[in-house]
């Protein structure tokens, strides 16, 4: 079992920022990425970026030149460094894991989430 925990999340004016952070921990094998994804109220889940252990990231356009995903694989902790926050930023953000167990089945894990309010 893999148990991811968020934090970070809080009230911030339009134009400030937050740093979200992810701890995974339990049994954990062969990760392919860490993601960030977000759930305003009334709207889908949408991708917001992702990481591998080798570096390698990747940004939903909506907040690529404003987020900044980063990891410290020794520590299974991927952060979220939001910039320039709008509005419509807000939502609750959610980390996820993809990884491969043992036997090779891939297998995905969802934190709790944390609450971002972007407001004046």
């Known amino acids: 079992q893999v148990q991811l925990v968020e934090s970070g999340g809080g009230l911030v004016l339009p134009g400030g920022s937050l740093r979200l952070s992810c701890a995974a921990s339990?049994?954990?094998?062969?990760?392919?990425?860490m993601a960030w994804y977000r759930q305003a109220p009334g709207k889908q889940r949408e991708y917001v970026a992702a990481i591998s252990p080798a570096g390698t990231t990747n940004y939903a356009d909506s907040v690529k030149g404003r987020f900044a995903i980063s990891t410290d694989n020794a520590k299974n902790t991927v952060w979220l460094q939001m910039n320039s926050l709008k509005p419509e930023d807000a939502a609750v953000y959610y980390c996820k894991i993809l990884m491969y167990d043992p036997t090779n089945i891939p297998c995905n894990y969802w934190g709790q989430g944390t609450q971002v309010t972007v407001s004046s």
């Open positions: 339990g049994s954990i094998f062969n990760i392919d990425h």
